[in-house]
């Protein structure tokens, strides 16, 4: 049901007050989205906690996938694979590539 709702939204086939509903109870309409965003709020604390967005890939401080997913980050931004709104986030930071990383 929630994948025909997605599908029906994307193909502009769901009816406005069903959409509006589903808005109103925060319905995620896109869930790799949400994903990234909640790894990146993640990020942001441990950047907090820490003092840098240097996340080692073995980390696992009560998330044990957030240096899973930096290595990954580091790797999409690397081989140009990363939106540049998402990068802006992550700069946003003080979060750098390997390249800068081995510099830093």
């Known amino acids: 049901w929630v994948d025909l709702q997605r ?4 193909s502009d086939r769901l009816e ?22 909640s790894s990146f ?13 240097h996340v080692p890939s073995d980390f696992c401080q009560n998330n044990a996938s957030l240096g899973r997913w930096v290595r990954e980050q580091r790797r999409r931004m690397k081989k140009q694979r990363i939106s540049e709104s998402k990068s802006k986030w992550l700069r946003s930071i003080g979060f750098v590539s390997d390249r800068l ?3 830093w």
């Open 7 to 10: 599908r029906m939204k994307r």
């Open 101 to 103: 990383l081995h510099r």
């Open 41 to 53: 709020n993640d990020l942001v604390l441990f950047a907090q906690n820490f003092g840098h967005s």
């Open 16 to 37: 406005a007050e069903r959409e509006k509903i589903l808005n109103d109870i925060g319905f995620v309409w896109n869930a790799l989205e949400k994903g990234w965003y």
